[in-house]
T-cell receptor
Framework: EAQVTQNPRYLITVTGKKLTVTCSQNMNHEYMSWYRQDPGLGLRQIYY???????DKGDVPEGYKVSRKEKRNFPLILESPSPNQTSLYFC????????????FGPGTRLTVL | TQLLEQSPQFLSIQEGENLTVYCNSSSVFSSLQWYRQEPGEGPVLLVTVVTGGEVKKLKRLTFQFGDARKDSSLHITAAQPGDTGLYLCAGGSGYALNFGKGTSLLVTP
């Protein structure tokens, strides 16, 4: 089954404790991205990757890091989480063309105390 | 970032009613997509439109891309409770896909 998986689905942590949210896709997609979704602000792109070892900032990259060492994986790293990073996070992937179907993961609900 | 404005922000209707949701921008897009998101899940693609003036139908849902490729509409005929969800439009240009804030639709029996 074609899918994007994220782990964990739910996470409660404390300020400053480094964490990683994993994302994996099994569709051989070149393009992967991370979004955060907040009430009243919609979906905002954090980082994206056009292929292995090629990443770039989205609209809200501050406080986040990413890496793309393998085509299928695109982890999101919060080195020192803060309460304003409490949000619902989605990983997504698609083939390169912007008109292609973008598949979203199930989401990770993160709370930073 | 190219902004997409969706209206209305919230919509609550009775089963059987018709409705239209709008997605507007001052920017031209090479393609425009509509997604539906249900609580606790990721958005799921409904349709992609790429040609100005294009109309696509998906059962009771009709999608239209504006002639100038700056706006789009989603019309639902005879809404059902299963149509409840957050409807998101997304405009594509280059590699970027920019999302509107969404229209939250509630259809009550």
């Amino acid at each position: 089954e074609a899918q994007v998986t994220q782990n964990p689905r739910y996470l409660i942590t404390v300020t400053g404790k480094k964490l990683t949210v994993t994302c994996s896709q099994n569709m051989n997609h070149e393009y992967m991205s991370w979004y955060r979704q907040d009430p009243g602000l919609g979906l905002r792109q954090i980082y994206y990757s056009m292929n292995v070892e090629v990443t770039d900032k989205g609209d809200v990259p501050e406080g986040y890091k990413v890496s793309r060492k393998e085509k299928r994986n695109f982890p999101l790293i919060l080195e020192s989480p803060s309460p304003n990073q409490t949000s619902l996070y989605f990983c997504a992937s698609r083939f390169s063309g912007v008109g292609n179907t973008q598949y979203f993961g199930p989401g990770t609900r993160l709370t930073v105390l | 970032t190219q902004l997409l404005e969706q209206s209305p922000q919230f919509l609550s209707i009775q089963e059987g009613e018709n409705l239209t949701v709008y997605c507007n921008s001052s920017s031209v897009f090479s393609s425009l997509q509509w997604y539906r998101q249900e609580p606790g899940e990721g958005p799921v693609l409904l349709v992609t439109v790429v040609t100005g003036g294009e109309v696509k139908k998906l059962k009771r849902l009709t999608f239209q891309f504006g002639d100038a490729r700056k706006d789009s509409s989603l019309h639902i005929t005879a809404a059902q409770p299963g149509d409840t969800g957050l409807y998101l439009c997304a405009g594509g240009s280059g590699y970027a896909l920019n999302f509107g804030k969404g229209t939250s639709l509630l259809v009550t029996p």
